[in-house]
């Protein structure tokens, strides 16, 4: 792992990383278990990919942790998944303090049993003040939620003519998203062997690279993480431009500012 990190280039991580934490049912079903003893044994993963990106400096984590389909999965699967959800946080609120590490939440909290929401609105209170990693968990989320959401709200504005049309650009919408305070994420990664993005930012998820793997999240690990950053910084971020273009702007001289 130490070799690992070792090709890290320190100057280029990325400001923002998503996980679709994928895997964790197939992982328990293949070790003939319940799909809770995945998700169970899915926290350790958590646990150490939150404590890498702290290590590394990083700036922003965004875990996605349910979906606004996963309330269609069984009563017996979801409900284990809230008091796991709970009795994680109510766990790890001291070590996230410990760590300088802030919690936020973007989704529909409403959806939320009472004890999780409570538990989960006390942690982000309780971690509020922390100025290292902003650990961002997408909890009763989608895109296409967060979207409607965004235009129901631009719609209700211009009706009651607090907001033209022609006023409306990119940021505008960014504003509405619930995302607003972070920045877009640079790399997004999922684990589990899919290769689709699962009604996870989409908005948010134009220019950033993605990156897949097969190994399940019970088992993806800070090396992993690291597999991942590196072949994240192997990469040309172009945002449109030609190989060119992004040449000459990494050669170009910084501006000098005249103090006259």
Request: glycine fraction near 6%; hydrophobic fraction near 40%.
């Amino acid at each position: 792992m130490d070799s690992l990190k070792a090709k890290l280039d320190l100057q280029q991580l990325p400001h923002h990383i998503a996980i679709i934490m994928d895997g964790n049912g197939r992982w328990a079903k293949e070790k003939g278990e319940d799909r809770l003893f995945g998700h169970y044994h899915g926290v350790e993963s958590v646990r150490d990919i939150v404590e890498g990106c702290a290590e590394l400096g990083i700036g922003y984590l965004t875990l996605y942790a349910f979906s606004t389909e996963n309330w269609d999965r069984p009563a017996y699967e979801v409900t284990g998944l809230m008091e796991l959800l709970v009795d994680t946080i109510r766990k790890e609120v001291e070590t996230l303090n410990k760590n300088n590490i802030r919690l936020h939440v973007i989704g529909d909290m409403n959806m939320l049993p009472p004890y999780a929401r409570n538990e989960m609105l006390e942690a982000i209170q309780l971690t509020a003040k922390n100025t290292g990693l902003n650990l961002v968990m997408a909890l009763s989320y989608s895109s296409r939620w967060e979207l409607m959401n965004a235009v129901k709200t631009l719609a209700e504005e211009a009706k009651a003519g607090t907001l033209r049309p022609e006023e409306i650009t990119q940021d505008t919408l960014s504003n509405y998203l619930s995302t607003r305070s972070f920045p877009d994420p640079a790399l997004m990664i999922r684990t589990g062997g899919e290769y689709r993005i699962s009604n996870f930012l989409l908005y948010q998820l134009a220019y950033a690279e993605l990156y897949f793997t097969a190994i399940r999240w019970p088992d993806f690990r800070k090396e992993n993480l690291y597999e991942a950053i590196i072949d994240f910084q192997q990469r040309e971020r172009r945002f449109g431009k030609t190989s060119e273009q992004v040449q000459d702007t990494e050669l170009s001289p910084s501006p000098q500012i005249s103090l006259q």
